[in-house]
Structures are given as structure tokens and as C-alpha cells.
């Protein structure tokens, strides 16, 4: 079935860029996305990707996606401490989303 | 329109007993996906609906659990003889579905928080 793998934890500086992996099983997965997710909140959808795509830039987001090696990366330029929160990673196909157990990022000041 | 609002946001309840969840979606939206998150994991997928009907439910719901969604609109799920194993964040999402303009992006509420005693 399908899977969907992050790392655990990432500690950044504050103004450091963070990058945030992802590995995916599901080749038919359409779409890919971030969620953030703050203590005691829901998730917020953060940016996406189509399959199709190589690429999608939305501010300080990046993602990049290698659908070759089923590889996902967020990446947050100029991290700032509001970034603290669990990131995560969900691919879909054309109904359900499968999670990842979600990567914690931890900024320091 | 506000998001997607579920109730209650908190359930305590003794084991054995049966509960109700009720999730609003946004209202442009056709599809609504029910999801549970147990502490320190990502959501598992529970069931989804296009309009009112039921469209895929997760091979790992037991018997105990069923969800609704009579007129397309709202949706509730409920969990009969709840058991300690229960206790979770439920989660609902809602999305737009419709060739060719669907994007699938899901918009989560705030969750109901479930705690078996």
C-alpha cells in the first residue's frame, strides 16, 4: 500500500534555510502537499504540487519534487521562529491523502 | 464562508458508551474525508465522500464506526461500544472535485478530540 516517510526532527538558526524531506511509495499520486500543523491546532495546507511539476515557489517555500526517486523537499528561506510547528508530507491520488508521521522543526533564536 | 467547523472540539467519555461527531465542510465543496491522528503521528485516512455518497472507507475501520453524509452537505461519524484504543483527534477535511478542475487541495477543521476512560 502506500507510505509515506519524513524524518523525525530538524533544529535550525533563526534566518537559516530549512529543508524538509519527504519519500513517497505511491507512483500514481497526483498530487503532493505541506501541511503545517501548531501545537494544539489543525493542519494548514501549506503549498502543493502537481505530479507534473518539477518545482513550485510560493514566497519563502520551495518544493521540489523528484517523481524518479519519489523524493518531496520543502525548503523555508529565512526561517523565522513562528516556523516552529510539525511539518507534514501527504501524497494523493484521486481521493485519499496519505500522511507522513510529520518532521518537527525547531528554530532557535 | 469560515472553513470547516467540527463538534464538539472535546468528548470524554466511558468506554462502552457510543459518541457522535458532526463536521460542517466549506460549503462549494463536494467531497468530505473523516481522518484520525493518535499523538505524534500523521492523520490516517478513515473514509471519504463525493456529495452523499460514501466513496472509500479504510480497510482498518472496524464494524464500530460509521459515517454519513444524508443530503451532501454536513457529515457525522460515530463510534458505537467506544474502547480505550478509541481515544484520537478526529479530523474531517473537505475539498472540490469536478473534471477537469480539480486540484484535491483538502482543508482540515480544528479536529474533535476524543478521550476513552
Known amino acids: 500500500g502506500e507510505d509515506v516517510e519524513q524524518s523525525l526532527f530538524l533544529s535550525v538558526r533563526e534566518g537559516d534555510s530549512s529543508v524538509i524531506n519527504c519519500t513517497y511509495t505511491?507512483?500514481?499520486?497526483?498530487?503532493l502537499y505541506w501541511y503545517k500543523q501548531e501545537p494544539g491546532a489543525g493542519l494548514q495546507l501549506l503549498t502543493y504540487i502537481f505530479s507534473n511539476m518539477d518545482m513550485k515557489q510560493d514566497q519563502r517555500l520551495t518544493v521540489l519534487l523528484n517523481k524518479k526517486d519519489k523524493h518531496l523537499s520543502l525548503r523555508i528561506a529565512d526561517t523565522q521562529t513562528g516556523d516552529s510547528a510539525i511539518y507534514f508530507c501527504a501524497e494523493t491520488g484521486a481521493g485519499k491523502s496519505t500522511f507522513g508521521d510529520g518532521t518537527t522543526l525547531t528554530v532557535k533564536p | 464562508d469560515t472553513g470547516v467547523s467540527q463538534n464538539p472540539r472535546h468528548k470524554i467519555t466511558k468506554r462502552g458508551q457510543n459518541v457522535t461527531f458532526r463536521c460542517d465542510p466549506i460549503s462549494e465543496h463536494n467531497r468530505l474525508y473523516w481522518y484520525r491522528q493518535t499523538l505524534g503521528q500523521g492523520p490516517e485516512f478513515l473514509t471519504y465522500?463525493?456529495?452523499?455518497?460514501?466513496?472509500?472507507k479504510s480497510r482498518l475501520l472496524s464494524d464500530r464506526f460509521s459515517a454519513e453524509r444524508p443530503k451532501g452537505s454536513f457529515s457525522t461519524l460515530e463510534i458505537q461500544r467506544t474502547e480505550q484504543g478509541d481515544s484520537a483527534m478526529y479530523l474531517c477535511a473537505s475539498s472540490f472535485a469536478s473534471f477537469p478542475r480539480s486540484s484535491y487541495e483538502q482543508y482540515f477543521g480544528p479536529g474533535t478530540r476524543l478521550t476513552v476512560t
Open positions: 505511491d507512483s500514481s499520486s497526483t498530487y
Open positions: 465522500f463525493q456529495n452523499e455518497a460514501q466513496l472509500e
